[in-house]
């Protein structure tokens, strides 16, 4: 992988790899990643999912590179994370430079001084304890504002509630830019000015989809992009890609806006607006209704005179106003959103949605960004990007359609499939729970915690929980709460940072975490901490999912099956990720289990199964339950996960010892009882073709022998061009 993607770099062309956990796809493309920033004094990019992921490149993985790397560049590389503007304290705000958020019920100025209340005083005061909880988050945060390098919010351990972390930080259109008086001391302005300089600049998918669709320029000139995750790529750039507009969004523009200009026709337009929308019922609108269609109109034309009663009124346009800012930036996205709603632009999907505190709300989203990827990501630079799960079929076409590389016009690309390390049937149980009824839509059943409970208790804990939805995740932490009490510890995600929460999983046996759509990708809890991950139903998008109904129903006009292409891809995709999280390297031994019947059931269950890592499969309870037990007994200590070290600003030029390796695991025989001999899973996928050992091997040897690339394709049978493109990755 690591030839492929220097490969990739010379030619300048773009890279898939797919590359099974375990192979050790980041160093492989970190090491090419920091040689072409040496070689062109530009830094590489690499982009994230999940935050993770970033954690793990940042925390070990670029450590670990750096230390091998310094004896041959002479320095250690330098690496960075740059994330979007919300993950950083604002100084400004700080110091009292912008209006209180909306639901403050305190002046953080009064705060300053106030003592921090501990966790058990917070909600002393019987008539506010969510604002005592919160003025002492607060608090906290302008304590540890005195002592961060970095203002990065995932460095502040514990963490704070979203409601607190508002009170100190601002959006990206809130932000006074150049004209505010803090911007040298700026968090977020410090460490891009720092990743201009660094070899390793590491995001996620969202900043860097801004930073190429909208031209914001948020990321340092580069030669090289590295999207890991990159299953995840196009939903991570619809969801930035997508807007909503309720009339709690008009009354917070006009507010906001009221102070500065005229806004009672503002005000009466988004009450026309809530008229015209109370009555649609949720779900897809194929063209705007008429009474909706006026209405946005109305808004339109008012939503601009605002604007212009905003510039009018710019009197000291030299002296930085946060409450402008905050002002002018709802006000100008308010007039975004309203204009592509009239636009109804030929690929824009319109739905009507249901907010649990807002009430309905309108949303529009591309349903394909494919042709914006293809124009905006994959010109001026090599882009590589990876997953353990971007190939289906055999081919990588169906993900690369997806990304805008079919068609006419598409850029040159190659693909890689390097295989997995793992001994997968003798490494772990892929446990179907038969007896258990077909979910439904009414939440998990008491079945559903039964099973759950059973499995955890065999496993003493050590467990990871994948659920579909967070209500689902919820309701299961609660169950088994009650059922464990002090025997156990279950976190449930959104408790604390998803950092914290996976260190805390990872250092305790004992211990169980539950979550949706975070865990079941990026988590990586290698060891005895993990030797069970339950998923609770198959993720397929929900059956109301507006862009997966669209998406469907384009396929079908097009003779495709538009089930097998969408849903059934969607979960299996998913489904791929979350059994990925139990084998994390060659010693690990446990039991993915499916509390949905539907694995053995369905039509479709054989093309699901086909996703999955090979592991040993039953449906014999049990076995399973005992398999458990063995590995809980034989089982050697967890070594406790030490917190992160500070970044700061810039990582890798101050010492940064190398990670402690954990001692060997002991590698216990309680799961392979009866396995079958493992099937050979290492192929590679070069040029559309999927390479075998054999076939290579037969390549080598027509080269000794002196044949050239055509006499080799008649041999073998091979289109030409696939064996070119081996032939020039096997360096013959």
Known sequence: MALAVEDAVAAQEHLLVQAGTGTGKSLAYLVPAVAD????????IVATATLALQAQIVDRDMPRVADALAPI?????TYALVKGRRNYL???KLAGGFPEEEGALFSTEGLAAAPASSPDSAGDDAG?????????EVVRLREWAETTDSGDRDELVPGVSERAWRQVSVAARECLGSACPMRSECFVEVSREAAKDVDVVVTNHSFMAIDAFENRSMLPEHHLLVIDEAHELVDRVTATVTDELSPGTVTTAARKAARYTGTDDLVGAGEVFAKALAPLEEGRLLA??????????MLRADVRAVQSGMKSDSKDKDTPDGSRAVARAAVDELADVVDRLLEERELDVVWVGQHPQRGPVLRV????????LRDKLFTDRTVVLTSATIELGGTFDAVAGTLGLRGEGAPDWQGLDVGSPFDYPKQGIAYVATHLPAPGRDGPSPAMFDEL????RAAGGRTLGLFSSMRAAQAATEQMRERFGDELTILCQGEDQITTLVREFASEATTCLFGTLTLWQGVDVPGPACQLVVIDRIPFPRPDDPLASARTQAIGRMGGNGFMAVSATHAALRLSQGAGRLVRRSSDRGVVAFLDSRMITARYAG???????PFWPTTDRDRVLEALRRLDASAEPVVPVAPPPLRGVVSGENDHPPAASAPAEKVSDAVTTGAPAAQESRTAVTGGHAWSAEADEELKDGRDLGLDADELAEHLGIPLESVEARLRLLRL
């Open 365 to 372: 989203a591309p349903m394909s960004v494919a042709m914006e």
């Open 73 to 77: 560049l002479g320095r250690r590389p």
């Open 607 to 613: 093309f699901l199964q086909r996703s999955l890592p």
């Open 453 to 456: 409970e059973a499995l955890i």
């Open 288 to 297: 705007l209704p008429d009474s909706l269609g006026q209405a946005l109109a």
């Open 90 to 92: 604002c100084r400004h």
């Open 128 to 136: 506010t304890p969510g604002t005592s909880r919160l003025g002492a």
């Open 37 to 44: 920033a040496v070689a062109t004094g530009t830094p590489a």
